[in-house]
């Protein structure tokens, strides 16, 4: 693919923080001094100041919900290059996962991220996996370092909202 047609794709894409259902957010294993909000919420993920720490271990285990269904194109997660996250499973639509059960379930996509993917560089997921996604649970596995504290400054989605039927444009069947 060509760079040209690449940044096509992407200009369609828009960032879906919109359409996030907050009051569904959780993370597990989440320090509460430095919550999910300080990577996903719009303004706070944008401050390198802000981060999402990990609390008894390396892993934390995000749900996300969405107030209509999307498809999600591309990921970003930023960090640094010690304590950034490493292998990164999503999960789509896939509800009450926690950390007994989320290798039970093959992820829709694995995502390895290098230091280089860190510095806030989309990574594009496998696009089929993601087409009607009501809910994405994103399993943080492991980070660079294998340290016990995993940080992440910023977690952005890219992909576009699913067209729902315009029920005005479809023409009504008169009774005879």
């Not at 919420?41 to 999307?70: C, H, M, T, W």
């Not at 694995?110 to 860190?118: A, K």
């Not at 997921?125 to 943080?140: A, D, E, M, P």
Request: hydrophobic share 35%; aromatic share 6%.
């Amino acid at each position: 693919m060509s760079s040209e047609s690449a940044s096509a794709i992407h200009r369609s894409q828009v960032d879906l923080v919109d359409f996030i259902d907050w009051s569904g957010v959780e993370c597990l294993n989440q320090n509460t001094s430095h919550s999910l909000a300080n990577a996903l919420k719009q303004g706070y993920r944008e401050d390198d100041g802000l981060n999402l720490e990990s609390d008894a271990d390396e892993q934390l285990l995000l749900y996300i919900p969405f107030n209509q269904v999307v498809k999600i194109h591309s990921i970003v997660i930023k960090g640094l290059e010690e304590d950034g996250p490493k292998t990164v499973k999503l999960f789509s639509n896939k509800e009450h996962m926690g950390f007994s059960n989320v290798n039970d379930y093959p992820p829709s996509d694995t995502v390895i991220l290098s230091p280089d993917t860190l510095q806030a560089k989309p990574v594009v997921l496998k696009y089929v996996k993601f087409q009607n996604v009501r809910s994405l649970t994103i399993f943080i596995e492991d980070n660079q370092s294998g340290s016990d504290v995993t940080k992440v400054q910023k977690i952005a989605l890219f992909g576009t909202t699913v067209e729902t039927t315009d029920m005005k444009g479809l023409k009504k069947i008169e009774d005879h």
